[in-house]
């Protein structure tokens, strides 16, 4: 037993180490996003950041598309995360990213305009909304939208890869990963193997 | 000064390597290791602690320098620069061959699956019960006190299950089951379909002075504290202690020297750094680089005496080439488990059990394919919600769900064993040199009819298993992952009694060669359903053990 506490120490040692590597420097929303994460309408003003691929308008859409993505609402959202910021980041270091994301986003609003006379960003939030669902759900699928849609989806993915690798997004999901356990976690229904009869979740 | 003479080189620090450099080197001989990488420090190269967002590229690595064809776990952000992207291959036209290899001291034990179950006698003795290829030269009987003596020594996680295909060995307790386990259990039991805790050579409990598991989940990036086997946790240590062992790394051997005779009396390495060659000798020589590496060390070791490679009379060296077909047969989720609280299912990498072959047990020929296949579950809560690609839409409502799934996800894997093949071999590029100025390997390889039945005859087993838990299936490939991918490939060196058809005996050593001997899968004569770590590690303390009776 009591090599086991020197054991877990020693767990708890590494586990610091690791910690204290912890941010990047350089990005506007990571480090912060490891800390305040309340009140994140207040977060919705021009960002510090400077897009390292993205030109400025580009990176306004970027930004306002993963919002739309994972907003916040009653938990923080892709914008409190700093999705943007790392997407910009994965683009610039791939040629056939980079050339799918400003082809999709020249995409975007060139049907923008055409359908609704007005660039994306210029749409108000129910119109934009409106204008995503034909990208993103089958039933409203269009013929002729196919680029579209597929850079629709290349955009939700890199929205997800970039908050469900955030601090904020882990908590969102409540990870229960690199911890430290003191023996393998086990089911809490035995008596209900088949899992048939589990309390209705209380979702958050 | 005269040149040192070691009583033994071995090439290659794997599970193969460490375990014959270990035996060695507490027997007292003298060894020198080549190990073709660099030592791995556990702090700095194992970032299996760090969360994801305290990564530049979140885990998922620079997309600029990655290998792009490589699974997600490997060569990741989270072990990047302990995988090998110096030493080019070639495969022949129509192979596809994906082949992530770790150079780093300790080899793939480092990132390894870590399932270590027993091969049986329905496996030594397959040849005999269906009447294709060769019988293995040992049996179980001959092999069961070193399988027994390996577990000891490494630890392995499991439970007595008395199945004719899994010879039960000395086990810790076993990983506890968890939610989805339960589940997918019981819908394995309604198809007729073993589910049972893997073997797993993870420390459940602190064993022979390593720590027991913490759980944290991410071993397959490597793990800092030593809780799992690997050569440079539980091998190396004990033979650097024994001083008797020097250790070149970044040594990428080169070939094999021979004296007059034809006899092995060294090996050439280059430098990985300074790129310059040099000349290690011994008295006896181990290969133990991995099944291909190996092969192509054999291969390029030509000589007067050889002109066809070292050990090569039987013209068999690099052939035979066998792999596990790898495939999703099933993935979906467990509605059961929408919305539940999250659960640390990811306690080994997110693979505690095992559906361990089922097929042709009775008698060899129930299918329509010989032999048989095992199957691994993983799912539950992991760090990615990889599944968001199941899910429409976007906007809360996406959130929300990717949320509710967390818990859900499960995915079936199967693990086919390919029969030898005449196709399926590896030789030398006449054309293609690598980096370091030796020629590469060439791979030739196609899935054969056998291992395409398994896959088939997997998915309908894995969708009614998913079904019968009350699962949703929701995805299950059209075509296997690439020949490569498991990591498990056999072959090459295959052990036999018959010195015009095997490369080496049934000890491991070269019918045409006395001081060389083979210590990884390439002397296998076939995969099986079964990793092959456990076995490497048990056939090498055998060939160990004869090797110093040599000596002697």
Not at chain 1, 163 to 186: C, H, M, Q, V, W
Request: charged share 20%; glycine share 8%; hydrophobic share 35%.
């Amino acid at each position: 037993m009591a090599g086991q506490s020197i054991e877990r120490r020693e767990i708890l040692r590494i586990l610091a180490v690791a910690a204290g590597v912890a941010t990047f420097p350089g990005f506007s929303k990571w480090s912060f996003a490891c800390g305040h994460i309340s009140n994140a309408l207040a977060q919705i003003k021009p960002a510090v950041y400077r897009p390292v691929f993205f030109t400025a308008p580009e990176y306004a859409l970027i930004e306002r598309l993963t919002d739309l993505i994972i907003p916040a609402d009653d938990t923080p959202g892709a914008r409190d995360a700093g999705v943007s910021e790392f997407v910009d980041l994965m683009v610039s270091r791939d040629l056939h990213l980079q050339r799918d994301f400003r082809t999709g986003l020249s995409w975007l609003n060139t049907h923008s305009r055409k359908t609704l006379g007005k660039a994306f960003l210029m749409l108000d939030a129910d119109q934009q909304t409106v204008f995503l669902e034909p990208l993103a759900y089958k039933k409203k699928f269009r013929t002729g939208d196919e680029r579209g849609r597929e850079f629709f989806t290349l955009v939700r993915e890199y929205t997800v890869m970039g908050f469900y690798t955030s601090e904020i997004g882990l908590k969102e999901l409540d990870f229960p990963g690199l911890k430290f356990y003191a023996e393998s976690p086990s089911c809490p229904h035995k008596d209900d193997p088949e899992h048939r009869h589990l309390d209705p979740a209380t979702s958050k | 000064m005269p040149r040192q003479i070691y009583d033994v080189i071995v090439i290659g620090t794997g599970a193969g390597g460490g375990m014959a450099i270990k035996t060695l080197c507490e027997a007292g001989l003298k060894v020198c290791a080549l190990n073709s990488g660099r030592r791995l420090d556990p702090e700095k190269d194992f970032r299996n602690h760090r969360n994801s967002w305290e990564m530049k590229y979140r885990g998922f690595g620079d997309p600029k320098t990655r290998m792009k064809d490589m699974p997600d776990f490997l060569d990741s952000e989270y072990n990047q620069g302990a995988w090998e992207h110096d030493i080019a291959y070639t495969t022949a036209p129509g192979t596809k061959w994906m082949w992530p290899r770790c150079s780093a001291v300790g080899g793939k034990t480092n990132f390894w699956g870590r399932s270590a179950a027993r091969f049986a006698d329905i496996d030594f003795k397959a040849a005999t019960l269906d009447g294709f290829d060769a019988d293995w030269p040992v049996t179980y009987g001959e092999m069961a006190p070193y399988y027994t003596h390996v577990e000891k020594m490494i630890g392995v996680a499991s439970t007595v299950q008395n199945r004719p295909s899994n010879p039960d060995g000395v086990y810790l307790p076993p990983f506890n089951f968890r939610c989805l386990d339960w589940i997918l259990q019981k819908g394995s039991e309604k198809v007729g379909v073993p589910y049972l805790p893997d073997r797993l050579a993870q420390l459940t409990e602190a064993h022979d002075g390593h720590p027991a598991c913490h759980f944290c989940g991410d071993c397959t990036f490597g793990c800092e504290v030593g809780a799992f086997f690997s050569s440079p946790w539980f091998l190396l240590p004990a033979a650097e202690a024994s001083g008797n062992l020097e250790m070149r790394t970044n040594a990428v051997a080169k070939n094999i020297l021979v004296d007059e005779n034809g006899r092995a009396s060294g090996v050439a390495y280059i430098d990985r750094e300074s790129r310059q060659e040099y000349e290690v000798l011994g008295r006896a020589v181990v290969v133990a680089a991995s099944c291909i590496e190996s092969a192509r060390i054999m291969l390029n070791s030509k000589s007067r005496h050889w002109p066809n490679g070292i050990a090569n009379s039987s013209g068999q060296l690099g052939h035979n080439l066998c792999d596990h077909l790898y495939a999703t047969t099933a993935s979906g989720y467990l509605p059961q488990l929408l919305g539940q609280p999250s659960f640390p299912d990811n306690v080994g990498a997110n693979s505690i059990a095992w559906m361990p072959r089922w097929q042709n047990l009775e008698h060899a020929h129930e299918e329509t394919f010989v032999r048989g296949y095992s199957v691994y579950p993983d799912g539950g809560c992991s760090e990615f919600p990889s599944y968001h690609d199941q899910i429409e839409g976007f906007g809360s409502s996406f959130k929300r769900e990717i949320k509710r799934r967390y818990p859900t996800p499960v995915s079936l894997t199967v693990q086919a064993p390919t029969l030898p093949s005449g196709k399926n071999f590896v030789d030398i590029d006449p054309k293609a040199k690598d980096t370091f100025g030796i020629p590469m390997a060439r791979i030739h390889f196609q899935w054969g009819d056998n291992e395409l039945k398994m896959f088939q005859h997997a998915k309908q087993t894995s969708a009614a298993v998913l079904h019968s838990a009350g699962g949703v299936l929701e995805y299950a490939a059209e075509e296997p992952e690439s020949p490569g991918y498991s990591l498990h490939e056999t072959g090459t060196c295959r052990m036999g009694d018959d010195a015009r058809k095997f490369v080496t005996n049934r000890f491991g050593q070269t019918h045409d060669v006395g001081n060389l001997y083979v210590c990884d899968a390439s002397v296998f004569l076939n995969s099986t359903d079964k990793t092959t770590t456990l076995s490497i590690l048990a056939f090498t303390l055998r060939t160990s053990e004869y090797l110093m009776q040599q000596f002697r």
